[in-house]
């Protein structure tokens, strides 16, 4: 039983997002793509120009015909080099002939401390990219209005942080998730919002699809655990533990639970199962 | 690869513990049961003497040669009580040869409102049934001195309580149940700690695993979910994610994540991936 | 000892920011507002041109030579229209001879349902208002980089909201208000930061404070509080506790406060203190 | 208008309780407990005994003519040093002509690195302090039937902690200590509950007594800020906050603050305000 959602044209049948930065080398890498399940591999366009120690280059190790590359404009802080870099991202997707060739994740980020997205130069590279026929997956805050200003400029999904990247603080404020979700898909239900940035454990997975993410997208959280690959596999179960979890419609939460009718001879009810 | 764990002379080889009360009939109950993989099943003793509308018994709706019995005194507010209704259960699990028989799961309730154990009540309770040569489990509060005490009494593990029973709070204070499992492990560290009470979410499940629970135990989480079968197999993989992630070591928590080293020229270090 | 700041070139000497709206009368206003301590009053615009039931007006029943008044666009959902509102208020309040004229609280909000700012349209209206010459002070969401930006469009102020207005939810995301704090006071420590929206309680007022901000503003957690006198009070207390608390500088949070050096023989260490 | 409240025949006028441990030196303490505001001030008997490099005694430093002493049995790891303990300050408190000599603050530690009492240890101290006559307030983890057996085994208080002794990380679990509240308080509604442990800043003072608690009890959240007198002031200002606004009645939470009405033409809302 498939639960694909679609971003723009694209049909997605995995809903965990992985990043290729920040492991110890590239078979590791390898290792935990595959232990995550993921379908879609996001890469940094920077560092697919870059070379590691032996002379090695990341999409070399990428198995193009199983993963969609979803390119990413990590190391740009303005409109303009989040432009130039995406062209030059589609440029070699398409060269490799890989579907990822039509879509992008738009970082364009305020500063080197925070990795915070500045919400102008968000705006208008996605309007651009737009323009260029790119279907844009924003990297946003989680400030629900900013949210629905990039949708408005033309976005194909959103991508709220649930905290700063690679910090590890999981979902910080599940309200803003929550309102950026309620607006975003406010008379548009299938409008793809996916949770970026913040992953730490597990568990902040579950979370974030429990709120009703359509996806997650993380990196360092894998990345840099002590053991990657099983770290991954946490993650897999984990989104799929949230989806279900979403899906199946949680018991509310309750100061205590007593039955509101009295113990005594109320055959169906023992106090503490 | 089975990742079991001991319980006194019991082998536990799945670590989720799932409840039979509550459901909307029994066969909803099966049906959850088998999604979520468990091995050990609870039974009020109270509940398998009573019988529903059409005459039908619990027990008559659990394939005993699968499951481990894991007979529960809920419903009890005294040790004399829960003393009493736990020979009761290790009689019945006698009769039908399972292997339950051996074990309890102590609940004294401290009253009919917040379902809290009554921290006397359940030492008096642990000591009497080790004497009368049970394995017990003993529900507990999150107080980590207290845990102790149960363990000090002779109880084969203690199951600290993340929120009240049938609340779906989830586990509220994160470090109490850290300190329970560092305290009763000290020097110990196979003594088994199982979470139990509270869980409302899958997230929640995960959440208890990660802080290094050898198990959770749930009951109304599932059979109160809008989809109890669907829930049931959400809270199965986020044991797996829970128990996955707390193996695999998770990254610290950062207030931002910048490199420590400058960005320029950092060939192996993009920022925002 | 006066612990003033300033915002522009108002001097303000109370950091407690009161609104004027939902009150169940305004001789209730007038008893919260003298027991809230406060210097400046912030006033819609929009209501101080509604009468009530008795044909009275708003500003009828504000101490003009007491109050500072801080005209605000509330109502606003272009920046079209809080540009003209603001200017509204100029000439009301220079009208008036207070010294409020000077100063506007920019709120252009998204939508009337999470009256959340929206983060174009404040950008748009804080540069032209500056231009006006206004002392802009400007409400927005609690996303950092969002913050920065309004700054550089040449804000006085910024008030990052802690939760939705009027939801009383306090500061969710205490990570983002410290970060809103750390990118405007970087290089500018005097930078006036006022936590603006969701206080519920008087502990929110503290923890806002504690966090490091200039000032809070709040509204209906007087307003529409069971006695909001005495809350009035109560949030008094709760600034002032916060600033010193600030000052102060609190203790480290530990997992625990064990000694380092052994307990046995340390003369000056009783553990338990 | 004083605010009192009664332990055993005790009268309490001032709600925060404030130590005497971990102070830099005596002068500093005498001006921090002088600038907290507080009526009764606690000594760990075992510190009494001590003396400091210059020969000087704690009690010689503090004007018994000013502060109720409570004696705490800090230090105590078992019931029968913490009866002792209690006997021996009784006795020195006698002999200095101090109201303290009635009452003690019952500490039985569980360990030496959490500092978490000894649920067992502290319900038989308590049955036979109150014996020996004392008005017996016992320190207790914040588990709610926990307090209730520490209650019917006679304390004239209970006084739940926050958070572990000296770790700074306030109230962890809000439900707990409202649980304790509402089952002390049942039938009882004048049975003081004193929040003790863990406060690390001037809110958490706030938060206690925003839940309802009777009072405060803290000591190196002041003796350990950077500015103890500053911080002492801040502490004084939140019990007042806390204790208003627990009287106040504050708002609900709310998801967001949408008037049910619609804004259009409902001249008593405007929206953002």
Redo the contacts between chains.
């Keep these: 039983m498939t639960d694909l959602f679609r971003i723009g044209s694209f049909e997605v049948t995995n809903r965990l997002f992985v990043?290729t930065?920040?492991y110890a080398n590239y078979e590791l890498m390898q290792q935990a793509l595959d232990a995550s399940g993921c379908q879609v591999v996001t890469v940094?366009v920077?560092?697919d120009r870059?070379i590691?120690a032996q002379g090695r280059r990341l999409t070399d190790f990428l198995d193009l015909n199983r993963y969609v590359i979803l390119p990413?404009?990590?190391?740009?802080f303005t409109a303009e080099d989040a432009i130039r870099v995406s062209l030059l991202g589609r440029e070699l997707l398409e060269k490799a002939g890989n579907k990822g060739a039509g879509w992008v994740k738009l970082?364009v980020?305020?500063?080197?401390?925070?990795?915070?997205?500045?919400?102008?130069g968000t705006?208008e590279a996605t309007r651009e990219l737009v323009k260029e026929g790119f279907t844009v997956l924003a990297?946003s805050?989680?400030?629900?209005?900013?949210a629905?200003?990039i949708k408005e400029a033309g976005a194909a999904s959103v991508m709220p942080a649930g905290?700063?990247?690679?910090?590890?603080?999981g979902v910080?404020?599940p309200?803003?998730i929550s309102?950026c979700l309620e607006?975003l898909k406010e008379g548009d239900p299938t409008y793809p919002v996916i949770v970026d940035a913040g992953v730490?454990?597990?568990?902040d997975?579950?979370?974030a699809m429990?709120l009703g993410a359509d996806g997650v997208l993380l990196?360092?959280?894998i990345a840099?655990?002590?053991?990657?690959v099983?770290?991954a596999?946490?993650?897999?179960?984990?989104l799929?533990?949230?989806?279900?979890?979403y899906?199946?419609?949680?018991?509310?939460?309750?100061?205590?639970?007593?039955a509101s009718s009295p113990?005594e001879g109320v055959?169906?009810y023992?106090?503490?199962?």
């Design positions: 990043g930065g920040k940094a920077r560092r870059l590691d990413n404009t990590a190391g740009c970082e980020l305020g500063d080197k401390k925070t990795l915070m997205p500045d919400p102008v705006l990297y805050s989680d400030d629900p209005r900013a629905v200003r905290s700063p990247i690679g910090s590890g603080q910080l404020n309200l803003n309102l607006l730490g454990a597990a568990s997975v579950a979370v429990e990196n360092t959280a840099h655990a002590k053991d990657p099983k770290m596999a946490a993650m897999r179960h984990a799929e533990a949230g989806r279900l979890g899906q199946a419609g949680r018991i509310p939460k309750k100061r205590y639970a007593t113990f055959i169906s023992i106090p503490g199962e």
